[in-house]
């Protein structure tokens, strides 16, 4: 008995020597390994796929006699003539110049899987088809949006064609690819002498049985007249995708890489296999839904005339032949199973396109107002005490903050929704404590559960049958933070429920309605699998494998807390309430769910640089709600850096100081001038924007438009913008050109458009169309306001966003050059409750300034035809024009809204004006509810 005791005793003694190890070796490596992930290479099917080359000879055909139309969807069957598989294709056009293809087997030996529970309730459009008189091989669906869809019969191909240009081609190049599911022995015919990988595989010590076999399915699609195109993130690589000629193809395989490498086609945390092509003339976008690992080529090309008549239906629908070669955009997508199924949005215009995407995958849901703020984090605060003296000193340093975050040793020995008593005695008056000014606690809950007795969730989650199971249908246990782990099967909803359910009060002790949450390694991170992630063999509910759902299952732990808060609140107000939750993975619709953020970054100015082209690729995919960590997860920035960091952070969408354990403290407030105080003004910036930010986080909730960004999505015409990925917009009133570099006191800055645009700070003007070098001293980031519109502000800075919900406005209006007009809109509801939509309380408040004639300047303000009933004490305070030519005579204030060209008469207002900078400044115009309409004139001579 005693020799077994030491025996037992001496490996659990190894098992804790090897976890320390590898826990060591992922807090304090230098740099990406890059050996522990995959190059194409190195996986399979990757290899296979690749290895295709274009052919107009592809295998596929169609079968004629099996064409069925009912009006909206048509469906025919298709053979692959080399392997003798039958296939099911789905043709559907949709509403508003949006098509979808779906492949699948006919009869497969094993289902096929299909990405759940993210595409929206979707109509379709009514269609017609029939056999071009001009080409009886080639199917046209003539849908009522005005798209046209060609399919050639053999070889397959689909092109998409709007306003007789064909945008898309399908299988142009004859890379479509489908390995039908088969026996072993059945396959041994199609490989490849002395292939490998088809039935199993091996990466470094990690097995892969494969028991299914090869399932691979890929296809080509070209951007005809494109030579641009973005999107497919995560990826540390150029906002405007570059060519994966003679290096690795994109990646997508949620993976946690830390301190990840730049200008790289590696995998990161989260994956939308999503992207857009854009050119002066056209904006398109292709989704291809599936959630397995997934790797896209890219070739830059052009097609001449010739091959172009070729390659797409010998222009039966070109309305006209160019004699100059078109450039295109040529792309191969490969996935290792699950089915073919593309949506594709033929905008015309950007603003179109990112509606359409929306439509089918959801938008962004309004979020409170307080996760727009500033937030406040650190891998650890230490205990209670210390996040008292953080929440102290930010006030005593006149530095507001919404948030204040607890990393994972906040928790019991890793044990999510649990507390370290020794160390956090009170969370509820901890939290109660800093509820009372409006600022709110965020507790990180990681996706693996440690496996140890006495542990509720563990408890349960076993008595249930809730993990993901190994090949062997055991429990999955790995490493990760706690030690031996198992993962929540969140692809079953009733286990979303589940955790949906372990938010409220009387189950997570210690916790209040100020509580948010953070889903961090949902990737899923296990650090002892292949590629720090789960083993593809490992099965989910129904029968599915990790590898079919990978991409995917990251997206479900978020929304499964979402979920809980508006429960929670539910319970215990009758209400719900509007949940905030942070996210590192994330996949296609990880939009309707919260924020997500670039991950372990580094203190390096390349990674500052990064934080805004990894923004700006993740904004065009569908997610606008994006951030980094301000100063690099990983090192210790110098001042400049970190001051730099936060001026651009400003403007990004989510706003989050973060660093790792073995880092120096960086709170702001701990820095020497004049850095503090620059540090101050920016977060002091933010919380001036917070009007403008939120109306452009509802505008993006309405139409699944970006917050940040590209400059081509407001100037789609501008080709000197396409490739742009320094500077940005926030919304479509505010260019941001941040300082990127070290040392740089002033920056080139190209201003498109032929309106002016105003430095927010002096009030210059700068010619549209101009390329101009700017001053940008450390104390100053450029931001411009564009001619032409009105911007919503709020100049009274408090502790946080919640104090100031009835503090008033100040507008700030540009005019433009000639007619001297603009006009805004703010939008004002509760800020945290879904009052807004479903009780109609919110108001959107139309602002413009017009000219009746030449000598009197008219502002109006009043609610929108759209706004419902809602009342507020927020007021307008003050409003600044700029732009004006000279000072008026007068300026007078009436109630309501006035028509005609004159003025009447009305209460007389306090006024300035500035010569030097054109700016009028008009002071309280309205002591009433900004919800009142009211007019403001001003005469000149």
Known sequence: VVVVVVVVLLVMASLVLVLVVVLAAVACVSAVDRNNFK???????????RNLKPTTSSAFSVRRDTIAHDGEKVSFEMDNVQTEATFVVEITGLQDNTARLLINEKDPLHSRYRVKDVVEELKPSHSKGEFSSENDGVYVIHVETG????????????????????????????????EHYRTKSQDESLADEGEEGRWEEVFKSHHDSKPRGPASVGFDMTFHGVKHVFGIPEHASTFSLASTQGTQPYRLYNLDVFEYELKETMALYGSV???????????????????????????????????????????????????????????????????????????PTPSRVFKQYARVTGTMELPPLFSTAYHQCRWNYNDQEDVAFVDQQLDANDMPADVIWLDIEHTDGKRYMTWDLAKFPDPKSMQNALEVKGRKMVNIVDPHIKRASGYHLHEEATKLDYYIKNKDNNAYDGWCWPGSSSWM?????????????????DKYGGSTLSLYFWNDMNEPSVFNGPEITMHKDAKHYGDVEHRDVHNVYGMWQPASTAEGIRRRAEKETGKPTRPFVLSRAFFAGSQKYGAIWTGDNTAEWGHLGASVSMCLSVGVAGIPFCGADIGGFFGNPDIELLTRWFQVAAFQPFMRAHAHLDTKRREPYLFDEPHKSIIRNAIHSRY??????????????????????????????????????????????????????????????????????????????????????????????????????????KMRVRRTSSLTHNDPFTFVAALTKDSLEASGSVYVDDYSSYDYEKEGKFATIDVSIT?????????????????GSFETKEWVEKIVIIGVPRVPNSVVSIGGVVAGDTIPAGKELSFTYNADTGSLTIKKPSTEGVTTAFSVFAAFN
Request: proline letters at 7%.
């Open 147 to 178: 798209v046209t869809i060609a399919i050639t019969m053999a070889p397959f191909q689909v092109d998409f064609i709007r306003e007789g240009e064909v945008l898309l081609s399908f299988n142009g190049r004859g890379l479509l690819n489908f």
């Open 39 to 49: 190059t194409c290479d190195e996986s399979s099917f990757c290899k296979r796929n």
């Open 489 to 505: 099967d969140f692809t079953n909803p009733e286990i979303r429920s589940w955790w949906a359910d372990q938010f409220a009060l």
């Open 273 to 347: 296999p999503y992207m857009i092509g854009h050119s002066t003339t056209q904006t398109c976008g292709v989704l291809f839904l599936n959630s397995a690992e997934m790797w896209v080529d890219i070739d830059k090309a052009e097609t001449s005339p010739a091959a172009k008549i070729v390659n797409a239906l010998k222009s039966l629908f070109s309305k006209k032949q160019d004699s100059d070669p078109k450039p295109r955009t040529d792309t191969h997508w490969f996935a290792e199973s699950g089915v073919i199924d593309v949506f594709v949005f033929l905008g």
């Open 851 to 867: 000219w009746p004639n030449k000598n009197t300047l008219k502002f109006q303000s009043g609610p929108s035809n759209e706004s």
């Open 688 to 793: 001036h924007y917070l009007p403008y930010m939120y109306s452009v986080f509802r505008e993006s909730s309405l139409t699944g438009s970006p917050i940040m960004r590209p400059l081509w999505s407001e100037f789609p015409r501008d080709e000197n913008v396409f490739a742009e990925e320094e500077t940005f917009m926030v919304g479509s009133a505010i260019l941001v050109a941040p300082v990127l570099f070290q040392g740089q006191t002033s920056r080139t800055v190209y201003f498109p458009g032929s309106e002016p645009w105003y430095d927010v700070s002096t009030f210059r003007a700068y010619t549209g169309g101009s390329t101009q070098t700017v001053a940008a001293p450390l104390r100053k980031i450029p931001v411009y306001q564009h001619a032409g519109t009105i911007v919503a502000k």
